[in-house]
């Protein structure tokens, strides 16, 4: 399709110059003599280009620039054609928005010229319209990543942000750009990190992308959030000093469903305490901090007295309302320190470092008067005791499966004993 050049010339002799100069390049040419008909020509065609005389019947060159600038939509080149001896005039249609200008001398000179200025003209419109359509296309891509965006020198200045970085941290463009990413970039403590030690300000040679799922961002207030960001080496400047560009998720529900996970792995989701998984954990470590310390530690073994008969009696939801109220009881029975588990079914544990026999002792007495008492389970009664085994560190065995196993053997001592009462595992038998 031929490109189209409107003609605002007031002289049909230039017109006629114009036309015949042009023609030859195969441009579809439009006329208009006078401002107000090239402004409404120009809405109406959309002219690829502009020949505009400097002097019009009704407007100055210079008016109709100012005039079009408000409605032209993109910007149309303009080659500014002036009478001779108007250089000053020229340079000043250059500073109002033209894209060249000729001098119109007697000689007709600026005819030969005339071919190569449109067509440069036009050329260069041409690529400032597909930097513009780049850049829009950049920007709406941007806009539609779900993902923050964040472009940053070598000095860790923020040099561009998309829409969704600038939702994640709470602060708009204008206030980002020129920030330094440490303004935002936390690590695991919360605290503002050095750059110069940081993982992004490591000479970068282009060749090394980076991945962190251990920083957190701050937004702008104050509150953080844990991200996950691949840092991609780019070259802004072209001069060999690559920065980066950080691609960086908000990962708190990722985190929370991990720690669900965790939570569904190590704790009871019945009641809430550790189970037999963190419980073998945790005795392995205090059995090791016991060893190097050189102090004793304490393993009780807990088995609920009469949790069957109530379990039958008032059904399976009633028996576990009565393991979380027992949960609930045995946690107020023990130091903070102190570990206790439900090591399955109606059988519980606790771990207890530092703490003497008669001390424990007394732990399992005051353990055995709380689970005595009534439980109310929805306007039901329900009465408990409870058989206790205790092994302790290193009388009743120097690793876990040996300490666990003398504890269980004195909880069945227990047991076949009457029930409701403490055994301490001996090696010459429970006591």
Not at 380 to 385: F, I, Q
Request: one cysteine or more; proline letters at 4%; aromatic letters at 8%.
């Amino acid at each position: 399709m031929a490109l189209t050049i409107l003609m605002v010339e007031d002289s049909e002799d230039d017109l006629h110059l114009y036309r015949r100069v042009l023609r030859r390049s195969g441009y579809r040419l439009l006329v208009a003599q006078n401002g107000e008909a090239a402004l409404a020509l120009a809405a109406a065609e959309t002219p690829d280009l502009i020949l505009l005389d400097y002097k019009l019947p009704d407007l100055t060159g210079i008016e109709f620039m100012e005039r079009l600038g408000l409605e032209a939509e993109p910007p149309v080149p303009i080659i500014m054609l002036t009478g001779e001896g108007s250089e000053v005039v020229a340079v000043e249609a250059m500073k109002g928005g033209a894209v060249d200008y000729l001098v119109k001398d007697t000689a007709g000179g600026y005819l030969r010229l005339l071919p190569s200025v449109v067509e440069r003209a036009l050329d260069s419109n041409a690529e400032r319209i597909r930097v513009r359509q780049l850049g829009a296309l950049h920007d709406a891509i941007l806009g539609t990543v779900a993902d923050g965006i964040l472009g940053i020198d070598a000095e860790g200045l923020i040099l561009f942000a998309n829409p969704a970085a600038e939702r994640m941290l709470l602060c708009a463009k204008a206030r980002l750009i020129g920030r330094s990413i440490t303004d935002f970039l936390r690590q695991g403590d919360d605290t503002t990190p050095d750059w110069r030690n940081h993982p992004l300000s490591a000479i970068n040679d282009g060749a090394v992308s980076l991945r962190r799922e251990t920083d957190l961002f701050r937004r702008n207030g104050g509150t953080s959030f844990p991200t996950a960001y691949t840092a991609s080496p780019l070259d802004f400047g072209g001069d060999g000093r690559f920065g980066w560009v950080l691609v960086f998720q908000d990962i708190t529900e990722r985190k929370i469903a991990e720690q669900e996970l965790i939570q569904t792995a190590r704790y009871d989701t019945l009641t809430g305490l550790p189970n037999r998984l963190m419980f073998h954990d945790y005795l392995s470590k205090g059995l090791s901090r016991a060893n190097r310390g050189d102090w004793h530690l304490a393993l009780m073994f807990l088995d609920l007295d009469g949790f069957k008969e109530v379990n039958d009696t008032l059904g399976h939801f009633a028996g576990d309302q009565l393991l979380q109220m027992v949960a609930q009881r045995l946690i107020k029975c023990v130091r903070e320190g102190d570990l206790v588990s439900r090591y399955g079914g109606d059988e519980f544990t606790i771990v207890a470092e530092g703490c003497r026999r008669d001390q424990f002792k007394m732990v399992a007495r005051k353990i055995l008067q709380t689970l005595e008492a009534p439980y109310d389970l929805g306007g039901h009664p329900a009465r408990l005791s409870a058989s206790i085994g205790i092994a302790l560190y290193p009388e009743g065995g120097s690793d876990a499966h040996t300490l666990i196993q003398k504890a269980d053997a004195a909880m069945y001592r227990a047991k076949q004993s009457g029930k409701n009462r403490v055994e301490f595992y001996h090696p010459d038998g429970c006591s």
